[in-house]
């Protein structure tokens, strides 16, 4: 049934279905996971990052982490070059609106603009939408620290855990098991590798297969961006225990 309906996604079935879309999100279901989690203290982002290749030159720069602004950083699952387009879109509109107003975006109000672009992708001929989902961690003046979670319907939430891409169901179920209001950002490091470890495929962790990266506040009350170093990251591993440790170690 659903073969006469499923070429254009301007086209609805006669369930009420967008079938486009909905195999847009089945395209995300394939890519390396993400985690998001939300502390009183910060935002912390976990990505999983897949090894095609150990021929395959590894990249010095994070790859499904980005910063969007000084105060906005998201990380990705699915095709990563229509993620890069909207990235892009993502960095023009706050840097458009700093220079407007001489204060950052509101964090929704970015995420916001850039669904709508992801949402005319799903509403006129001859488009494909994008085949990829976003967790957004920000903070601004107005609610602080924030995680929002979006996807190729230009539909977004707010969330206080989340998770995209690989095996998001069984990931989702223990962060709901497992998370506590008042959790610490050392908490949420750690419940978010715990979780990672629980659903990635291989068996034991390590710095080439992850990316961390936090927004937080400092001392001085500045939102900081830190992405965790490989070294740093891999003795998180070996002391939660999800990775074994390394012989020179």
């Given amino acids: 049934m659903s073969r006469r309906y499923d070429s254009r996604t301007t086209i609805f079935s ?6 486009q879309v909905e195999y847009a999100m089945e395209a ?14 910060g935002v912390v982002l976990v990505g999983e990052k897949k090894v095609t290749s150990k021929l395959l030159q ?29 990235i892009n879109t993502a960095r023009v509109q706050a840097q458009r ?9 509101p964090v929704e109000q970015l995420v916001q603009s850039l669904c709508d672009t992801k949402q005319g992708y799903t509403q006129f001929g001859g488009l494909r939408p994008f085949g990829v989902s ?3 961690a920000g903070w601004d003046k107005n609610f602080g620290f924030q995680l929002y979670m979006s996807d190729p319907s230009g539909n977004y939430g707010g969330w206080k855990a989340a ?27 750690q419940l978010a590798l715990k979780v990672l470890s629980k659903t990635m495929d291989s068996t034991s962790l390590t710095s080439d297969k992850l990316e961390l990266a936090e ?26 225990g999800v990775t074994q440790p390394s012989p020179e170690a």
């Fill in 14 to 19: 006669p369930e009420g279905r967008l079938y």
């Fill in 28 to 41: 995300i279901g394939n890519a390396g996971s993400a985690i998001g989690i939300l502390s009183k203290e």
């Fill in 58 to 86: 590894t990249s010095t720069s994070t790859e499904k982490m980005y910063k969007i602004d000084d105060h906005v950083a998201c990380a990705v699952a699915g095709i990563m070059s229509d993620a890069n387009i909207l």
């Fill in 97 to 105: 609106y700093t220079y407007a107003y001489q204060e950052p975006m």
């Fill in 134 to 136: 976003f967790l957004f």
């Fill in 163 to 189: 998770a995209i891409g690989a095996n998001n169901q069984s990931a989702q179920s223990i962060l709901k098991q497992d998370y506590k209001e008042d959790i610490t950002r050392e908490e949420a490091v």
């Fill in 215 to 240: 927004m937080l506040l400092t001392p001085s009350g500045n939102v900081k961006y830190q992405v965790c170093s490989p070294h740093s990251l891999n003795k998180l591993l070996v002391k939660l």
